[in-house]
């Protein structure tokens, strides 16, 4: 089965940076195209950025300007930098294929928490 570790996470004043890693195993991480998720209390899930397999991105508008996703095949990781962020950046962050099934596996993400 797929296996996905997130780290990264953690507390930052509001304008400071985070750089956000996933581990993918139990797949052909080369050839998926891969996203990053978060989820605030109360709200719903959301895609935040995504990268194809052969490295074309995409990027909410929340977030766009401010966050960069990029892959290493090698290592089976995807790296989310965030930079600038907000107070409303706050939630667990996961990372996951784009294109996902219902029974799809998640890992336990990792919380970004920013102050002010």
């Known amino acids: 089965q797929v296996q996905l570790v997130e780290s990264g996470g953690g507390l930052v004043q509001a304008g400071g940076s985070l750089r956000l890693s996933c581990v993918a195993s139990?797949?052909?991480?080369?050839?998926?195209?891969m996203g990053w998720y978060r989820q605030a209390p109360g709200r719903q899930r959301e895609l935040v950025a995504w990268i194809t397999a052969g490295g074309y991105t995409n990027y909410a508008d929340s977030v766009k300007g401010r966050f960069t996703i990029s892959r290493d095949n090698t290592k089976n990781t995807l790296y989310l930098q965030m930079n600038s962020l907000k107070l409303e950046d706050t939630a667990v962050y996961y990372c996951?294929?784009?294109?996902?099934?219902?029974?799809?596996?998640w890992g336990q993400g990792t919380q970004v928490t920013v102050s002010s």
């Open positions: 139990g797949g052909i991480f080369s050839i998926d195209h």
């Open positions: 996951n294929r784009r294109y996902l099934t219902p029974s799809a596996s």
